[in-house]
């Protein structure tokens, strides 16, 4: 069973599914290459506009796979592969639309925040917990300062809680909140609404949203990727890890 689901829906519209509903769809080497070679052939078709990502089971997307990430060996691979992940799904010329629902957290919340636009299902849970973890957010926070104010920003990498729906919205992290029965139906809606712009009006219009910031994605993902990597390879990413494997509280150097 493909880990990345794909359904073309319209000869303009693909829904990508990310498909580890056991493991709330945590992302693993598999899941994150299956996804950017998805969003790739998407982007490459000739009729393609709209890009819906999803996430199988009860939770959007929870981040980083920590059994996988507890393998040291691993570690270059999968922080590469996000950062490959989140440029590719930023840099697509596809309007993408992030259908949210249970929790998007971690690389979850980065996946999410890398998209266009974001409907979110009421009683969802959004964060960024990974100095819990001995971790640095550095790639999700590429996303994360273009869309919150520093304030915010602060109190989610921080302080590292989980948020709700409407608090995401209140902060600019979502575009809509709705009872998760209207999930669906509202991710359709608005993009019927993208399809009524003249398509290379739209691809242009996104290119140039993103050429107004002094830095590209592509720079500070590269920066962000060197500042993960370092925390990926500390003591305290290997305790925290190990700690949330095992299920208990970290035990922090002093």
């Known amino acids: 069973m493909p880990v990345v689901l794909v ?15 056991e493991r ?19 982007s490459d078709q000739p009729h393609e506009r709209v890009l819906i990502l999803r996430g199988a089971g009860q939770a959007f997307c929870t981040g980083l796979d920590l059994k996988e990430a507890a393998d040291l060996r691993k570690a270059h691979v999968t922080g590469e592969l ?32 890398a998209c266009d636009f974001v409907v979110a299902a009421e009683g969802t849970k959004i964060g960024y917990p990974e100095v819990r973890r001995g971790l640095v957010a550095g790639l999700v926070m590429t996303f994360l300062r273009r869309q919150v104010g520093e304030r915010a920003m602060r109190e989610l990498l921080l302080g590292s809680e989980l ?16 009872a998760p029965d ?6 359709q809606r608005f993009a019927g609404s993208v399809l009524q712009g003249a398509p290379n009006a739209v691809a242009q219009t996104k290119k140039l949203v993103g050429e107004f910031w002094p830095t590209s994605v ?5 920066l962000a990727l060197k500042h993960h990597l370092q925390a990926r390879e500390s003591a305290e990413a290997r305790e925290g890890i190990a700690a949330f494997n095992e299920k208990r509280p970290p035990k922090w150097l002093e």
């Open 7 to 21: 359904e073309k829906q319209s000869p303009q519209i693909t829904i990508l599914t990310l498909n580890r509903p």
């Open 24 to 42: 709330r769809n945590a992302l693993t080497i598999e899941l994150l290459n299956e996804l950017i070679a998805a969003i790739k052939v998407a």
């Open 82 to 113: 996000v950062g490959q992940a989140l440029l590719t799904l930023s840099q697509t010329p596809l309007v993408t639309i992030a259908a949210v629902h249970g929790a998007a957290v971690a690389g979850g919340a980065g996946i999410m925040s």
């Open 163 to 178: 948020i709700d729906a409407a608090r995401a919205q209140a902060i600019g992290l979502v575009n809509r909140v709705v």
């Open 182 to 187: 209207d999930l669906k139906t509202e991710t």
């Open 218 to 222: 592509k720079e500070d993902v590269d």
